[in-house]
């Protein structure tokens, strides 16, 4: 049996009049990298940040690690790693130092140099964060993601904007920390990405999931000959 470390039971999330999250529930394995798409506003990042302890939901539970969310928020906190679509934390801030005050905030903590071999950031650790580029951004956000050498990551769109070479090599750093055993969750706009390396896809159309499985069982359901992962896309998460 897989051990369940993310379980969303009937999550509920309205912004006034619009329903971001409808009756959402869904568990994540240890060790899956669980990608999680859907079209713009469809409900990704609001259900994400409702995983990491950022947005409370209005109804419904979440259970993290074996943990209530509402009952152990810093247990939990201390657990996962975070990197959200939009990072505005650094203003002036070198990498350096973005690394320094991450890992300021944990208990455990996981070897500075080994993060920054990893990503390979280190001719970029006394420049200011907000004077990178795009890609440079994203991999000094995934690096303060895993400070903490948490259990379990969650990255809301890690390769949008990155060029082909960055997008592979953070895909490369993915994968090693999930042989670790390390648990993935993530939102992605790349069909392409998503068939590759996730083991399980959730697909969130308007608020809610519409299907919940592996790639090659999604692709399986069109019916139709040499199918991908775009094509599940046109056809479950676009349209009313
Ligand atoms: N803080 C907020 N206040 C009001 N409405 C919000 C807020 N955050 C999100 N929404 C709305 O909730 C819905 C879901 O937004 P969300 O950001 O979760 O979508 P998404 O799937 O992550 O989209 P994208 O692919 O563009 O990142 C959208 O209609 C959005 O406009
Ligand atoms: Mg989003």
Known sequence: MSECVIELKSIC??????????????????????GII????????????IMMGLRKPDAGSVNILGFDLKDEPSEIKQRIGIQLQKTALYDRIKVKEALQLFSSYYKKTRDQKEIINMLGLEPYLNKYVKNLSGGWQQRTSLALALINDPEIIFLDEPTTGLDPEARRELWACINRYREEGKTILLSTHYMDEAQRHCDRIAIIKKGELVACDKPEVLVSTLNIADGTMEDVYMQMAVGS
């Open 13 to 34: 999330k309205s912004y006034g009049e619009v329903r971001a999250v409808n009756d959402i529930s869904l568990t994540v394995n240890k060790g899956e990298v669980f």
């Open 38 to 49: 859907g079209a713009n506003g469809a409900g990704k990042s609001t259900t994400m940040e």
